[in-house]
């Protein structure tokens, strides 16, 4: 019996605001004072053409990025591909509290993707790729707090339910 939701993070507004910068930065290089000549671009190592590729190819990197978070008997583990390549395990020993929560990305947190809670608190980490306002919240032992965004609240919400009675484990509210 397992619980498994795999997210992305979905920046689409962010490439109108890059094609906006490219087109800017075109203009500039073919238009200005009767624009660049091909050995002027070769002569700066083509610097307009990088700075106007660079960033898509970031902001695509970014966006292909996968959060796989799982729930079974053993614990929660999860893996943010690329940045995580291994499967993080967080046994039901180590945590005190789990339940689901409502947050606010940017009040909170300070946008998407993994962040730290703002206001110097560092003790609290969040995997926030939706735009949801509910997630999965994990209190530790030790005091820390770590928040996973989903897109499958109810069903995450069953199920936790459903394993609490089934294996009584403790941690889960």
Known sequence: MEFEEKQRLNLWWLYILLMAD???VACIVLFDKG???FQDLKDIY???????????VL???IQKSTLTLSINQNGISY?????????RLISWDSIQSVYITKFNALGDYGGYGFKHRLWF???DKAYILNDQSKGLQIEFNDGKKLLFSSNKIEEMELFLINLKTRY??????
Not at 46 to 56: C, E, H, K, Q, R
Not at 168 to 173: C, D, G, P, R
Request: glycine share 2%; hydrophobic share 65%; no cysteine.
């Open 22 to 24: 490219a087109i800017i």
């Open 35 to 37: 624009g660049m000549s």
């Open 46 to 56: 083509f610097a307009p053409i990088w700075a106007v590729l660079f960033p898509f």
């Open 59 to 61: 902001i695509f990197a």
């Open 79 to 87: 893996r943010y591909f690329p940045f995580i390549l291994k499967l």
């Open 121 to 123: 608190n560092f003790r």
């Open 168 to 173: 009584h484990i403790q941690a889960i509210s």
